[in-house]
Structures are given as structure tokens and as C-alpha cells.
């Protein structure tokens, strides 16, 4: 099976939420970071600058993403890995 674009990728991606009596960081900052990194990446721009010092607000279970996903995603991007595989 082909691997989408990587944009497409990040755009239709969810990231799993956190487990069970456990925080994450809040959904709306990583999407927004997200978001951004998707648009300069459609319109062929560098977006090193947005993921160089991320530092998302903690939220509880029910309004966040999983900790070490969002830093594993993040990480990939910043070292130029391919989150996809």
C-alpha cells in the first residue's frame, strides 16, 4: 500500500488519547501546532521554527492527546524521520 502524502497524513492522523487516570497536552494547542505544520508543508515552506521549543498546556483524559505520542510525532518531524511508519 502507497503512503499518503505527508501532509495528508498529519491532517487525517489522530493521535491516541492518554490512558485511563493519566493527563496529555491539550488537544486544541497540539491541533494548532498541527495545523500549521500541515499548511507549510502544502505550500512547499519550512516549518522547523514551529516544532524547534513546543511546550503545550497539560489538560485532563477527556480533553487531551497522549504525552508520548505527541513527543514521538514531534520528534520524528524534527529529525526529519517519517512519523508514517
Known sequence: MAHQPIEEWLASHPLKRPGLFRDGYRRGAVD???????ER?????????LIRKLDFPTAPRAEAYDRQAVDDLFDNLKWGSDPRS
Open 41 to 49: 508543508l502544502r505550500t512547499n515552506r519550512q516549518y522547523a521554527d
Open 32 to 38: 494548532e501546532v498541527t495545523d500549521k505544520v500541515v
